[in-house]
Nanobody
Framework: QVQLVESGGGLVQPGGSLRLSCAAS????????MEWFRQAPGKQRDLVAV???????NYADSVKGRFTISRDNAKNTTYLQMNSLKPEDTAVYYC??????????????WGQGTQVTVSS
């Protein structure tokens, strides 16, 4: 199967920046789509950003112009550069990957999440 490991979360002041990483490992043939979601306490998990295998991207309106998603296909890794952070960005951030395993089966996997806290 495929394992996703996020890193880069932490505590940052409003207006600051963080860069999240999510590395996928396992019997991966290719990853079609990589996504970042977030979930604040008491709220549903929302899509933040998505990137395809040809680097098409899409963002939630709340993060457009502040967050940038990218990926390194050679490393099966996606990144989320978060700038101009606001207290309302505080949440657990999860990555997800959807693709094809060696052998031809498709997969969808989630990471364990990383906490981002924006506070002074």
């Amino acid at each position: 199967q495929v394992q996703l490991v996020e890193s880069g979360g932490g505590l940052v002041q409003p207006g600051g920046s963080l860069r999240l990483s999510c590395a996928a490992s396992g019997s991966i043939f290719n990853i079609n789509v990589m996504e970042w979601f977030r979930q604040a306490p008491g709220k549903q998990r929302d899509l933040v950003a998505v990137i395809t295998s040809v680097d098409n991207t899409n963002y939630a309106d709340s993060v457009k112009g502040r967050f940038t998603i990218s990926r390194d296909n050679a490393k099966n890794t996606t990144y989320l550069q978060m700038n101009s952070l606001k207290p309302e960005d505080t949440a657990v951030y999860y990555c997800a990957a959807h693709g094809v395993l060696v052998g031809g089966r498709t997969f969808s996997s989630w990471g364990q999440g990383t906490q981002v806290t924006v506070s002074s």
